[in-house]
């Protein structure tokens, strides 16, 4: 069955959205929960993959194009011509494994800053998929780190104020030109 959101793999010289960067207060606002998955929202979801593959990505959160919506969008296969995008709508993460695991993070709205990040290894996430039905997966790796990372953006919160070495990070961040004040530790 194919996916009623898909659009091909490729970059677009003209993404349809434009993404928002680390300083940008867009990126800080709480999304609020979509309240009818209708074709306006699937419309949505294709620009957001289109806009994702055009930049390289295999995450998106709606904050990081402006829109103050709880939709992200995850493509850890993006060079697979064979698999689907996964949409979750209304993500809730229901349980944590116990394992935390550190990697590395980057983010599409804080371009060329790779840093070490730790998060519980395993989730399990309830959400709605883009045809509106609910659903829940367990993820763990690649794909449940991406999870927690674009669920972040719908509360405001970036990968870089998660991160423990305030050294690196000052450092990363100077050198693609991001104000170090941009970031709002967790805790
Ligand atoms: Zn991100």
Redesign the pocket.
Known sequence: MTSVVAVEKKKLDKPPLEIHYLGDRVLRQPAKRIAKVDDSIRQLVKEMLQTMYSADGI?L?AP?VAINKQLIVIDCEPNNPDTSPLVLINPKIVKYGNELCNSEEG????PGVYLEVTRPDAIEVSFKDENGRPRKIKANGLLSRVIQ??MD?LSGV??VDRVENDLALTEELKKQGFAVNAVRPVK
């Open positions: 995450g959160a990081q983010c599409l709205s804080i990372h674009e953006h970036m990968f």
